[in-house]
């Protein structure tokens, strides 16, 4: 998952809001992504089986709230979800269809309330920092594993929280524990900007 506000706020790109309207302050989907437990993964798996929106047309609404797309140009989010889908979502093992594949993805969102268990640790998208430390055990103590932690930095140079690492089984539904957490990228102390 990302968080949109550190996104928007670095020095080398700007975001651009979906047609659809500007996201919710909340975290977004970025994307499902199998992965071999030593942290590589595969990508492009199978060209015969494009992106089709007409499979997740009843998602669409739900793919607008939870997996908005903040690239630029502006766009309604099918580029993004078709990326998703063409990199990654045709390498599950388990064959997840398109339709699962998204509906999975969302259900996991849905599953995991980040902002909520970040707010209730007193952690807040406030544009303060705070440790790093204390995010990591706030997310583990409320999901059960410990998540990756992924940053950025702002134009000013500060590290801030940008990406939230889960893991899941094969079916895409149960949390695991990570075999192999993304390569460190955050200081000790990281900023949560606000969106
Ligand atoms: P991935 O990391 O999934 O392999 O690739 C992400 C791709 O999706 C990038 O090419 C990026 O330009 C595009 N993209 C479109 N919208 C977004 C967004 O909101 N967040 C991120 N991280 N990438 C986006």
New binding site residues.
């Given amino acids: 998952m990302?968080w949109p506000g550190s996104?928007c706020d670095t020095k080398d790109s700007s975001c651009c809001y979906p047609t659809t309207g500007k996201p919710a302050s909340d975290f977004g989907i970025?994307?499902l992504w199998p992965n071999n437990n030593d942290g590589t993964y595969p990508s492009n798996c199978d060209p015969s089986n494009p992106y089709d929106e007409s499979k997740i047309s009843d998602l669409i609404s739900r793919m607008q709230q939870d997996w908005?797309?903040?690239?630029c140009p502006s766009n309604n989010g099918s580029?993004?979800w078709s990326?998703?889908w063409e990199?990654?979502g045709t390498c599950s093992e388990s064959e997840l269809d398109q339709h699962t594949y998204f509906e999975t993805t969302l259900n996991l969102k849905n599953q995991i309330l980040l902002l909520q268990i970040l707010e209730s640790a007193g952690i807040q998208a406030d544009g303060n920092s705070y440790n790093l430390s204390s995010i990591q055990t706030a997310i583990e103590n409320a999901v059960g594993y410990a998540p990756g932690i992924e940053c950025n930095s702002d134009a000013g140079g500060n590290s801030q929280l940008y990406q939230v690492y889960f893991c899941v089984g094969p079916s895409g539904s149960n949390l695991i524990k990570c075999p192999v957490f993304p390569t460190a990228s955050c200081a000790s102390t990281i900023k949560f900007p606000s969106f």
């Fill in positions: 990302q996104y970025h994307g908005p797309t903040l690239a580029s993004f990326h998703e990199k990654h």
